[in-house]
């Protein structure tokens, strides 16, 4: 099989979900020689944002995108040795968590896989996260964009301490937020960069926004 055909089966496994199938391909090129950016950047990376695609035309959803998602990880398990010691150009490096007092991370990891899926590299805080630990980690791991999520009304009150303490401390990046209760409003009130309604529109407006950086 050539390269090209290898990235197209990759980006239709992806798309498919087919975890066994993305490993194989990612197996197999690595054995033909192939980069493992290129396996990356033709292949896995083009597969999710055609799954982004789909999303947000109501074509895909939750579980189509989740189940893509660890298809894609499975070849960057693969990929990783590799990967580790001649990365692949990142869009950019992200800090992502759910504010302090909130427990839920569906959503949050949703957005987590369509950050990597679109090319940045990831840094997830998990849950419960205060604004001292978004702020530790965006200095600790030079992160160019930090992204909170929250999911109660009680909560989001908790993302203006987290974007206060981020420009008190000079951040220079961009400040993203989203969950079910939060509003573009809501963000412009409490100085956030970027408000996304959903997974896919976080990547892509994330994107734009460092692009356009």
């Known amino acids: 099989m050539s390269a090209e055909e290898i990235f197209e089966k990759l980006k239709k496994s992806v798309?498919?979900?087919?975890?066994?199938?993305?490993?194989?391909?990612?197996?197999?090129?690595?054995?033909?020689?192939?980069?493992?950016?290129?396996?990356?950047?033709?292949?896995?990376l083009p597969g999710m944002e055609e799954v982004g695609r789909r999303f947000r035309?109501?074509?895909?959803?939750?579980p189509e995108v989740l189940v893509a998602a660890r298809a894609m990880h499975a070849g960057l398990e693969i990929l990783r040795d590799e990967?580790?010691?001649?990365?692949?150009?990142?869009?950019?490096?992200?800090?992502?968590?759910?504010?302090?007092?909130?427990?839920?991370d569906i959503g949050k990891n949703l957005v987590a896989m369509m950050f990597t899926g679109a090319g940045f590299e990831v840094v997830d805080l998990g849950i419960d996260v205060p604004a001292n630990r978004f702020v530790e980690a965006a200095k600790e791991r030079g992160a160019q964009a930090v992204a909170m999520s929250a999911l109660l009304t009680t909560t989001m009150v908790n993302m203006e301490k987290v974007v206060a303490e981020l420009r008190k401390a000079q951040f220079k990046g961009k400040i993203i937020i989203g969950g079910a209760p939060v509003t573009k409003e809501f963000a412009d009130k409490i100085g956030a960069d970027l408000y996304a309604a959903d997974a896919s529109e976080g990547a892509e407006s994330l994107r734009a926004a460092m692009a356009a950086a």
């Open 15 to 44: 798309i498919g979900g087919k975890r066994k199938d993305v490993a194989a391909l990612c197996t197999e090129g690595k054995g033909a020689g192939i980069a493992g950016k290129d396996l990356l950047t033709k292949g896995l």
């Open 57 to 62: 035309c109501e074509e895909f959803y939750i």
């Open 83 to 104: 990967l580790e010691k001649q990365p692949a150009a990142q869009v950019g490096k992200v800090v992502i968590g759910t504010v302090e007092g909130d427990l839920h």
